[in-house]
């Protein structure tokens, strides 16, 4: 009778397990064009990461995905737009971080909980502090004391509740000094800023800087991983010149709440192939100095989560008093 009782109960447990695993397995999602929804303009970091996502993806789920560019508030318009979609698994958004710093300055009252979150592909730890070659600050410690010596006078070129905005506020309360974080807009703008002189000072992934520290109009003062970056060695971090300073952020994969999870278990699956693509690796790297990273449901939402609450804990480095 033991015996008998014992093989009930696993029969009843792999019963249990069974539908589950062979539903996604037998899920006939998609069955037509995929749309991603990019809350920026083309041609920039977040655009990038999701067209080179999309590209390596269409092989694997065996379907088109179109990519849909729609700018504004920065990112919450795109980022809604994809709220009011339809959950069929169809339209999806493309986003980072900024999500998170966009509902703690206000900007948004939305965040990562009113969406279905499912799978990063990028955890950017490519983060740079650089100034205009034009300027005199050769190292950090150089722009620290400028900065002590001469308060607000150093303009911080940022996007106004952005994550860039979070890293001018950062620097400040990391070394002590008084910068002016101004709202100098997008990526381009605040590269043309710095370019012009007008402002002096900036922080981005390595990739969105590249073609000027290339050229050598932007100088690179310090790394804000916790490591060295293996794709640029050369270049030590805040934290090795004495600033415990660190700034990164993941790009993620949303889709519409109430979407179901079995699509979403099998899109981040797919993600997690193409994290895996030595092609995919090498051609991220290239263009933006950065490695896939591979972040499954639970992790992702656990980290947002976390930081979130980081944000709203640390709201002064985002919200001027």
Not at 73 to 90: F, H, L, R, T
Not at 116 to 140: E, R
Not at 274 to 293: D, G, H, L, R, W
Request: charged content about 20%; proline content about 4%; some cysteine.
């Amino acid at each position: 009778m033991k015996k008998l009782t014992k093989l009930l109960a696993l029969l009843l447990t792999v019963m249990l397990v069974l539908p589950a695993a062979s539903a996604l397995a037998d899920t006939s999602w998609p069955e037509k064009t995929l749309k991603i929804i990019v809350p920026y303009k083309a041609g920039g970091d977040t655009d990038f990461h999701t067209r080179k996502l999309a590209e390596y993806l269409e092989p694997i789920l065996g379907q088109t995905i179109v990519v849909e560019n729609i700018e504004g508030a920065s990112g919450s318009i795109g980022m809604m737009e994809v709220m009011n979609a339809k959950p069929d698994g169809y339209t999806m958004l493309y986003f980072h971080e900024s999500m998170l710093t966009n509902n703690v300055t206000e900007i948004c009252e939305y965040t990562h909980n009113d969406l279905d979150v499912c799978a990063a592909s990028v955890v950017d730890d490519s983060y740079v502090l650089v100034v205009g070659s034009q300027t005199p600050y050769m190292t950090l410690d150089d722009l620290v004391a400028a900065a002590k010596e001469n308060p607000g006078d150093i303009a911080f070129a940022a996007s106004s509740g952005g994550y860039s905005y979070y890293i001018g506020r950062l620097l400040e309360e990391t070394t002590g000094i008084d910068l002016n974080v101004c709202d100098a807009g997008g990526t381009g703008a605040r590269n043309s800023a710095v370019l012009s002189g007008k402002m002096q000072v900036t922080a981005h992934v390595y990739g969105g800087l590249k073609p000027y520290i290339d050229s050598g109009e932007f100088r690179v003062l310090a790394a804000l991983g916790e490591e060295r970056n293996e794709l640029f060695p050369d270049i030590p971090t805040a934290r090795e010149q004495g600033y415990d300073m660190v700034g990164g952020r993941a790009y993620f994969l949303s889709f519409p709440k109430g979407t179901d999870p079995e699509i979403i278990a099998k899109m981040s699956a797919a993600i997690e192939e193409v994290c895996q693509n030595e092609q995919f690796i090498k051609e991220t790297q290239e263009a933006y100095m950065t490695t896939p990273s591979y972040l499954n449901t639970e992790d992702l939402q656990a980290r947002l989560d976390a930081n979130l609450a980081f944000f709203w804990d640390n709201v002064t480095l985002l919200v001027e008093e």
